[in-house]
């Protein structure tokens, strides 16, 4: 089963989870640095062309920044996790073809997630933000796409997922072309109801580990060869030498 939840009842699964998704959410709070200033030129969309704005035209948007902040952000009280910090690890595995690793990333990490008696994985967006936009004519996203509108997701939700263990290998394998496509995305975290880790999957399909629990990366460690995950030193890109990712685009804020 596959329950669609709102932001709040998805945080209020996991502290740590929620902590780790508020720490990163403030990265979208309106920076002094990057307000509208009336003494330097910008880009205007509407006319197409660079001009100095007013004083009144910079407060407004200025404005609109931080309702836009504080409409989307998530109100919830935490218990600080940063004494509890024990550290990340990168893992991959077996990347000889990028279809051949979706489906080694799926069902290994299913495994894992067994291994740990974990029943279910909530998923979250660290930012209010849609989970996919309209269309696309590369056809791994397109798939994913529609597999997140029938499991209910419309092209406006920006709540969490509570995925049981049967149906986490199908969902992961659409979950990495979400990833992988979308370039300015939220970043997207992963756990378990109540467990002291938080994980996150990068747009190289790379599995970011981060533990709140020296206990947890003790059994992670020791499970990860037999469900095939590698370390790695560092994140990178296996399926191109240039970098590039087929697919892969901007999701412009509106």
């Known amino acids: 089963m596959i329950e669609l939840l709102t932001r709040l009842e998805t945080l209020k699964l996991n502290n740590e989870f929620a902590a780790v998704i508020l720490e990163w959410q403030s990265r979208y709070r ?3 640095d990057h ?3 009336p003494d330097q030129e910008y880009y205007d969309p509407v006319q197409g062309a660079i001009r100095y704005y007013s004083y009144e035209e910079c407060l407004k948007l200025n404005n609109e920044r931080a309702e836009d902040y504080e409409s989307k952000r998530d109100k919830i009280e935490v218990i600080p996790v940063e004494s509890l910090y024990i550290g990340t690890t990168i893992y991959v595995f077996k990347h000889d073809t990028i ?5 080694h990333l ?10 740990l ?9 660290d930012y209010a933000e ?6 696309h004519e590369f056809q791994p996203l397109q798939d994913a796409i529609g597999y997140f509108k029938s499991i209910g997701a419309t092209d406006t939700f920006t709540g969490g997922f509570k995925v049981d263990i049967r149906d986490l290998p199908r969902f992961l394998k659409n979950y990495f072309w979400l990833c992988r496509c979308y370039a300015s995305s939220p970043y997207r975290f992963f756990s378990s109801p109540g467990k002291s880790l938080v994980v996150y999957l990068c747009q190289y399909g790379n599995i970011h ?4 629990s020296q206990q947890y990366k ?8 037999h469900i095939g995950m590698t370390k790695a030193d560092q994140c990178f890109e296996p399926f191109s030498e240039t970098g590039a990712i087929e697919g892969r685009r901007m999701k412009l804020k509106r």
């Open 30 to 32: 309106p920076h002094p």
């Open 35 to 37: 307000l509208y200033k």
């Open 99 to 103: 279809n051949n690793y979706i489906n």
């Open 106 to 115: 799926a069902n290994g990490f299913t495994a894992l997630a067994d291994k």
């Open 117 to 125: 008696k974990w029943e279910s994985v909530i998923f979250l967006g």
């Open 130 to 135: 849609p989970w996919y936009e309209g269309d």
């Open 209 to 212: 580990f981060h533990y709140y």
């Open 218 to 225: 003790k059994e992670i460690e020791a499970h990860a060869k």
